[in-house]
Nanobody
Framework: QVQLVESGGGLVQPGGSLRLSCAASGIAFRFYGMAWHRQAPGNQRELVADITRVGSTNYADSVKGRFTISRDNAKNTVYLQMNNLKPEDTAVYYC???????WGQGTQVTVSS
C-alpha cells in the first residue's frame, strides 16, 4: 500500500522560507516521478512542481525562481524548498505520485505577517 506523508508546513512571514518533505513508502520510489500540488480555499488544486525519476524538474510560473523541488532516492523522500514566500502561497500542499494518482494528506502552509 502506497503511503505519502508530508511534513514541514507552518506559519511564516512574507519573505520567509520553509522546506516541505514527503516520505514515501510502499513503492519503488526511485522509479517514479513525484510532484507537489497545492490548494488554497476556494481554488482548484494546482501543480506547483514535479520531478522525474532522473531528476528533471518543472515548475509553475508563479513559483519559478523561488521554489526548488528535489529528491533523495536513498531516503524515499521528495522535498520542496520554498523561499521568498508570499501571502498568495498560502495553501494546503500535497505530495503526489502522478503515475499512480496517489496523494498524501497534505500540510498547511500559511504566509502572513
Amino acid at each position: 500500500q502506497v503511503q505519502l506523508v508530508e511534513s514541514g508546513g507552518g506559519l511564516v512571514q512574507p519573505g520567509g522560507s520553509l522546506r516541505l518533505s514527503c516520505a514515501a513508502s510502499g513503492i519503488a520510489f526511485r522509479f517514479y516521478g513525484m510532484a507537489w500540488h497545492r490548494q488554497a480555499p476556494g481554488n482548484q488544486r494546482e501543480l506547483v512542481a514535479d520531478i522525474t525519476r532522473v531528476g528533471s524538474t518543472n515548475y509553475a510560473d508563479s513559483v519559478k525562481g523561488r521554489f526548488t523541488i528535489s529528491r533523495d532516492n536513498a531516503k524515499n523522500t521528495v522535498y520542496l524548498q520554498m523561499n521568498n514566500l508570499k501571502p498568495e502561497d498560502t495553501a494546503v500542499y500535497y505530495c503526489n505520485v502522478p503515475l499512480l494518482q496517489e496523494w498524501g494528506q497534505g500540510t498547511q502552509v500559511t504566509v502572513s505577517s
